[in-house]
């Protein structure tokens, strides 16, 4: 796509400058988190783990960044450390890290469905924008693992994701969460195949019947019997929700319906003047201030949708006066999401492609 095409994307919604090739906060991340060999090091945990989420996350930021040496870095330590060495043939584990015999290693063999779309989402786009066709292939054959091992037919949903290959089956249905189904990805994947159109469609269907009040559940439960057991804790995984659809091209189909839907969560934090940390999904009440990442999360909704104006410009003040400490992973991570779209370092289109100004403009 040619930069007259992508500055006329960018200028469909007010945002600040064109911004520069560098990208400080990537910068910043990399510095504070990842390691020389490539790995995300979560320093809140005692034992300095690394999960596939912050893999997928990293490499996601080293794409919009255009950073292609950290991209390889990273890809070769997921690879070799949670895959046995092949993306192709096995899906990545959570979680890495120090066990208590002092030994480096997979602690949780486990995957995580939503760090499987990331990484793969990452892989098919860094084959487009970089001309590698080699981790267009990789990508589409994690896609392919992660749907035989992880999409299921449920009765009255139709497809959903199980978010990990053990623990979320259970006698009465199944344990799904709301988060890990970003719709560009799911957008860009239907260009691949079918079943992911499907997917995306079961998915706002979902967003739609799970969140009575307009708040989201960090999980719900979908019974064998087609009915859906209303989540009550809405927090650190349900923020995302948020993130995503913020993050959805304005010709999105749904999104609209969908942004319109969780409009109360932006209506909770304009009236504290902060996101809650806490929710309950059912009744409205909260708990706790929101950390700085939280607030990140909002923006690109708040953008989306008028009268917000104001609040936009609170949160984005107190993420100029409190930003979250430079090793708060997950914090560091919602600001790269949200920040990085606030400042134009990318957009998706309608089929979920990735929109990036380097592409014509920086080398």
Same mark, same amino acid.
Request: overall charge negative; charged content about 20%.
């Given at each position: 796509?040619?930069?007259?095409?992508? @500055?006329?994307?960018?200028?469909?919604?007010?945002? #600040?400058?064109?911004?520069?090739?560098? %990208?400080?906060?990537?910068?910043?991340?990399?510095?504070?988190?990842?390691?020389?060999?490539?790995?995300?090091? +979560? =320093?809140?945990?005692?034992? @300095?783990?690394?999960?596939?989420?912050?893999?997928?996350? @990293?490499?996601?930021?080293?794409?919009?960044?255009?950073?292609?040496?950290?991209?390889?870095?990273?890809?070769?330590?997921?690879? *070799?450390?949670?895959?046995?060495?092949?993306?192709?043939?096995?899906?990545?584990?959570?979680?890495?890290?120090?066990? $208590?015999?002092?030994?480096?290693?997979?602690?949780?063999?486990?995957?995580?469905?939503?760090?499987?779309?990331?990484?793969?989402?990452?892989?098919?786009?860094?084959?487009?924008?970089?001309?590698?066709? $080699?981790?267009?292939?990789?990508?589409?054959?994690? !896609?392919?693992?992660?749907?035989?091992?992880?999409?299921?037919?449920? /009765?009255?949903?139709?497809?959903?994701?199980?978010?990990? *290959?053990?623990?979320?089956?259970? &006698?009465?249905?199944?344990?799904?969460? /709301?988060?890990?189904?970003?719709?560009?990805?799911?957008?860009?994947?239907?260009?691949?195949?079918?079943?992911?159109?499907?997917?995306?469609?079961?998915?706002?269907?979902?967003?739609?019947?799970?969140? &009575?009040?307009?708040?989201? &559940?960090? %999980?719900?439960? %979908?019974?064998?019997?087609?009915?859906?057991?209303?989540?009550?804790?809405?927090?650190?995984?349900?923020?995302?929700? =948020?993130?995503?659809?913020?993050?959805?091209?304005?010709?999105? /189909?749904?999104? +609209?319906?969908?942004?319109?839907?969780?409009? /109360?969560?932006?209506?909770?934090?304009?009236?504290?003047?902060? &996101? #809650?940390?806490?929710?309950?999904?059912?009744?409205?009440?909260? $708990?706790?201030?929101?950390?700085?990442?939280?607030?990140?999360?909002?923006?690109?909704?708040?953008?989306?949708?008028?009268?917000?104006?104001?609040?936009?410009?609170?949160?984005?003040?107190?993420?100029?006066?409190?930003?979250?400490?430079?090793? @708060? =992973?997950?914090?560091?991570?919602?600001?790269?999401?949200?920040?990085?779209?606030?400042?134009?370092?990318?957009?998706? +289109?309608?089929?979920?492609?990735? !929109?990036?100004?380097? $592409? +014509?403009?920086?080398?």
């Amino acid at each position: 796509m040619k930069a007259a095409v992508l @500055a006329l994307l960018w200028l469909l919604q007010p945002l #600040p400058a064109w911004p520069d090739c560098d %990208w400080p906060l990537w910068q910043q991340y990399k510095v504070a988190m990842m390691s020389e060999d490539g790995r995300i090091i +979560d =320093y809140s945990s005692s034992q @300095a783990i690394t999960t596939s989420e912050g893999q997928s996350y @990293a490499l996601f930021f080293a794409l919009v960044a255009n950073d292609k040496a950290a991209f390889e870095r990273l890809l070769r330590w997921t690879q *070799n450390n949670l895959a046995g060495g092949d993306l192709s043939t096995r899906l990545p584990a959570w979680q890495w890290g120090q066990g $208590e015999d002092g030994d480096w290693r997979i602690l949780d063999g486990n995957n995580a469905a939503d760090s499987d779309l990331w990484i793969a989402y990452s892989l098919l786009e860094a084959g487009r924008l970089w001309q590698q066709p $080699e981790y267009t292939r990789l990508g589409r054959e994690l !896609l392919w693992r992660s749907a035989a091992q992880s999409l299921r037919m449920m /009765p009255g949903l139709g497809l959903g994701l199980l978010p990990g *290959n053990t623990g979320f089956g259970k &006698p009465r249905g199944w344990m799904l969460n /709301p988060s890990y189904l970003p719709l560009p990805l799911l957008a860009r994947f239907g260009g691949e195949a079918v079943v992911w159109q499907d997917l995306a469609s079961s998915t706002r269907w979902l967003l739609l019947n799970t969140a &009575p009040a307009g708040l989201a &559940p960090d %999980w719900v439960m %979908w019974s064998v019997d087609g009915q859906s057991g209303f989540g009550e804790l809405g927090s650190y995984d349900a923020i995302r929700v =948020y993130l995503w659809l913020g993050l959805s091209a304005p010709d999105t /189909p749904g999104r +609209d319906e969908l942004l319109a839907h969780y409009t /109360p969560m932006l209506a909770m934090t304009r009236q504290a003047g902060v &996101p #809650p940390e806490r929710v309950n999904a059912v009744t409205g009440h909260t $708990e706790g201030v929101g950390p700085a990442g939280f607030s990140a999360a909002l923006l690109p909704m708040l953008a989306a949708i008028p009268g917000f104006e104001a609040e936009l410009a609170r949160q984005r003040e107190r993420l100029r006066t409190s930003p979250p400490d430079s090793r @708060a =992973y997950y914090d560091r991570s919602l600001l790269l999401f949200g920040l990085g779209w606030e400042e134009q370092r990318y957009r998706f +289109d309608k089929k979920g492609r990735l !929109l990036v100004p380097w $592409e +014509d403009s920086c080398e």
